[in-house]
């Protein structure tokens, strides 16, 4: 593509939510800038604005370093384009870096991908998020979330089993970030997905709810049982969860079979 010049004021971050916020990489691009490793920046327009698809940390170091608003910026230009074709670019020029999981997750969900909107859909229905970092009402393990509504390639996605997921989680313990590990969705996750026909979701919340520590401890617990025992740490969080609530039931019939015979 041909490269062509706008001045940095010219310049607008697209605020999308597959983007990367300021990283360190920005303060080092000021500090140890260099005009002949400068590579160009990718930009598009929407609806008359000039956006930045990929050199965000580029453009924040060169605003760092004190450059001028009609600072010439070398850039390619995809042109006009829509939100799900910028999505695409963007996962395809960081390709090579490994975006994080988050992100490619974020940026499949723009494009408009099946999964990951029905993830969101599911999410947001339950008045909880998907952000980065850990945040009350907020999810970032995305990964564990794609697991449990699709566990293999060629399973069906299972929305109710994801619904019900969360749902038994925010119920015992709320929305917090503690709770909303991807290991404690994984292993609560595959309880439901097992035990769906079986699995009282109220009585499981109630006597998760009421075992001492939280879901701090019961994780605690499954790492104790993986370092003794081996597997994943989802299977062992989801065996702790049997044993909670196995643990006063009396008819063999209305109890669930432990991961681990």
């Known amino acids: 593509m041909k490269i062509t010049f706008y001045s940095l004021k010219q310049l607008e971050q697209w605020d999308a ?5 300021e990283t360190p990489m920005a303060q080092r691009i000021a500090e140890d800038f260099d005009p002949d490793k400068f590579r160009p920046i990718d ?13 965000r940390q580029r453009t924040t170091g060169l605003r760092l370093m004190g450059s001028s608003d009609d600072f010439q910026v070398p850039c390619i230009d995809h042109g006009e384009l829509s939100t799900k074709r910028a999505a695409e670019i963007f996962k395809g020029l960081n390709d090579f870096i490994r975006l994080r999981k988050f992100n490619t997750f974020m940026a499949d969900y723009l494009e408009g991908k099946h999964d990951q909107c029905t993830i969101v859909e599911i999410v947001e229905n339950l008045e909880l998020r998907i952000v980065p970092g850990g945040q009350t009402g907020g999810i970032q393990a995305v990964d564990a ?5 699709r ?35 994984r292993g609560i996750g595959r309880v ?14 109630r006597k998760l709810a009421g075992r001492d520590g939280g879901p701090a401890k019961l994780l605690a617990d499954a790492h104790a049982e993986k370092k003794l025992l081996g597997g994943q740490v989802g299977t062992c969080v989801a065996d702790q969860a049997i044993l909670v609530y196995n643990h006063g039931r009396r008819a063999r019939d209305r109890m669930l079979k432990p991961f681990r015979s």
């Not at 939510?17 to 916020?21: F, P, S």
């Not at 930009?43 to 050199?55: A, K, L």
């Not at 979330?145 to 509504?149: D, F, G, K, R, Y």
């Not at 293999?152 to 709320?174: F, H, M, N």
């Open 192 to 205: 439901v997905l097992r035990d769906k026909e079986r699995l009282d979701d109220a009585y499981m919340a």
């Open 145 to 149: 979330l794609e697991w449990v509504l």
């Open 43 to 55: 930009i598009f327009h929407q609806d008359g604005t000039t956006y930045v698809v990929d050199g």
């Open 17 to 21: 939510v597959c983007q990367r916020g």
């Open 151 to 185: 566990p293999t390639k060629r399973s069906e996605p299972d929305a109710e089993a994801l619904r019900r997921t969360l749902q038994i989680i925010v119920a015992a313990w709320g929305p917090t970030k503690y709770a909303l590990q991807g290991q404690i969705i």
